[in-house]
């Protein structure tokens, strides 16, 4: 099999670029093991226009938030399904504290940020004491959707290949690379945080983050609407309910802790005034870039092989954009915006 490009990895990333590529006319095969742990697969799929504590804007948001909805939009529209939705997030405040930073924040940013004008709807399904601010407009993307739909996509046209990667068994030259039967000009590695352990990559400023999360159902809380205070209630697929996620810089293993599950109940006995059931708990292992900015492009010493990783927990926002920019620099050489550019960090990986 001859490809131009060969993709490691179907969550996100890989997933967008793959698109985009095709697309542009590129014949890909990409290459995935279905891991039902990846952080693609369990992520809560918001863009959030303001993120942290301080409620800043998200980088680079006025470009990438229309850019995101208009790219999920289409590919909804190419599956018939509907893969992105316009939501507001409701930021129960839990401090007499919190609310006086967060109408601090109101004279800067009245963009993005506002009062909940309906707090009193409120009282029937939380308790709360120091009011609801309001962030809106956010998006809610279906990732599980998107990437069933495009794993199905890419197996009906014999461009994916269902299996684990295997480094040891990639042949790489200065002309391309060969994978089994498989020969391409380029490599791209958008496997999450495997590409972390890869020779290639593996001296980039890697920070490696665990992720702990309930599925819940909670059958009488509205889903269109995100609910925040300490912890996230997000509505996620099958009229279920994602809520999290913790960010653990520390730990010895993947598996669900007690401990996370035991306090994540504890909050939401006391803020949740309805019955809920926990169905699921999931772990996944986020790749993050320490200056929180994706790895983007081709190794500056062995030009048959790039990566398109890094997106930390901003993947659903960041990954559409920058995709559509790799894919025009592979293509038609387009320049790649410096702060993503992989080759920042050619002093490190040339070495």
Known sequence: ???????????????????????????????????ISSS???????????TGKRLVRTWMIEELLPFARETYEKMGAEFGVSLVS????LDFHASRDAAEGFNDKLA???????????????????????????IDPCLLVDISAMLRKWRDHLFSKDLLVWNRFRIDDCEIAEGGVRYGD??????????????????????????????????????????NNIYKQAINIVPWRDGLFWIGATHDW??????????????????????????????????AQRPVNMDRKPF????????????????????CSVAPYFAEQFAQHLVNGTPLMPDVDVRRFAKILSR
């Open 1 to 35: 099999m001859k490809a131009d490009y060969l993709i490691v990895g179907q969550g996100i990333s890989g997933t967008l670029l793959s698109r985009a590529l095709i697309k542009a006319g590129k014949q890909v095969v990409v290459i995935d093991d279905g891991n």
């Open 40 to 50: 693609s697969k369990v992520a809560s799929g918001v863009i959030n226009p303001v």
């Open 86 to 89: 316009k939501c507001n997030i």
């Open 108 to 134: 800067e940013e009245n963009e993005y940020l506002s009062q909940s004008a309906d707090e009193s709807k409120w009282q029937e399904y939380f308790r709360f004491n120091y009011g609801i601010g309001e």
């Open 182 to 223: 498989i020969t391409a000009d380029k490599i791209i590695f958008c496997d999450g945080a495997a590409s972390a352990e890869h020779p290639f990559f593996n001296k980039l400023t890697w920070s490696k983050d665990k992720g702990e999360v309930l599925i819940a159902e909670i059958p009488v809380l509205p889903s």
């Open 250 to 283: 520390k730990y010895s293993d993947m598996q669900p802790t007690a401990a996370f599950r035991k306090q994540t109940e504890e909050l939401l006995n006391y803020w949740l005034k309805l019955p809920y059931k926990i169905v699921d708990h999931l772990v």
């Open 296 to 315: 983007v492009g081709l190794h500056p010493a062995i030009p048959s092989v790039g990566i398109f990783n890094g997106m930390g927990t901003k993947g």
